[in-house]
């Protein structure tokens, strides 16, 4: 059963915001939201992760609903570097949890137009 | 650091031939993840080890895979006798732990058996 569920694809024009959502209705009290993204070619990329407050790095931005059924990624000021297909994953933060947990779906395509 | 380095970046062989892939992980890191990935069936976690030691290899689809850490900074995966439904792009990754989530990823191999 999947635990996330994600769109296809999207497309976001270069400059503008991209902001790409996540629906995980299911998640346990204890379970992180994890986002990561991969580029054609190269092997993913870790992007941000969070559990119920917003988070925000470099790379993007993350914003969990209050029932944290649901979340977004937000990148900023999108460029044609950000094409990639995004994943959005969660999981328990634990040490002695199986690593089967970062189960990667199908993602989201993100394509940024000029 | 380079990151996680995988050779060779291309491999193409025929059915029936021994095919080894070979990951040197970030060092440090506790954590060495072999993921394999097809249209078909997206990313699919194959074994993982922690300290050399492989901790589980459920994914590992035949007895044809074999996976090798003889030390904390060097992995093989083998495929003896390869097979054309093996052709598959073959991610390395490492971790520093599994708790934190998140994961380095090599740049793959794209296996090619004719």
Known sequence: DAKTTQPPSMDCAEGRAANLPCNHSTISGNEYV?????????????????????ETNEMASLIITEDRK???LILPHATLRDTAVYYCIVRVQTSSGSARQLTFGSGTQLTVLP | DAGVIQSPRHEVTEMGQEV??????ISGHDYLFWYRQTMMRGLELLIYFNNNVPIDDSGMPEDRFSA???NAS???????PSEPRDSAVYFCASSLSLRTGRLFFGSGTQLSVL
Do not use: A, D, E, V
Request: charged fraction near 15%; charge should be positive.
């Open chain 2, 68 to 70: 090798k850490m003889p």
């Open chain 2, 74 to 80: 060097f992995s093989t995966l083998k495929i003896q």
């Open chain 1, 70 to 72: 649901s979340s977004t």
């Open chain 1, 34 to 54: 994890y986002w990561y993204r991969q580029i054609h070619s190269q092997g993913p990329q870790y992007i941000i992760h969070g559990l119920k407050n917003n």
């Open chain 2, 20 to 25: 080894t892939l070979r990951c040197k992980p």
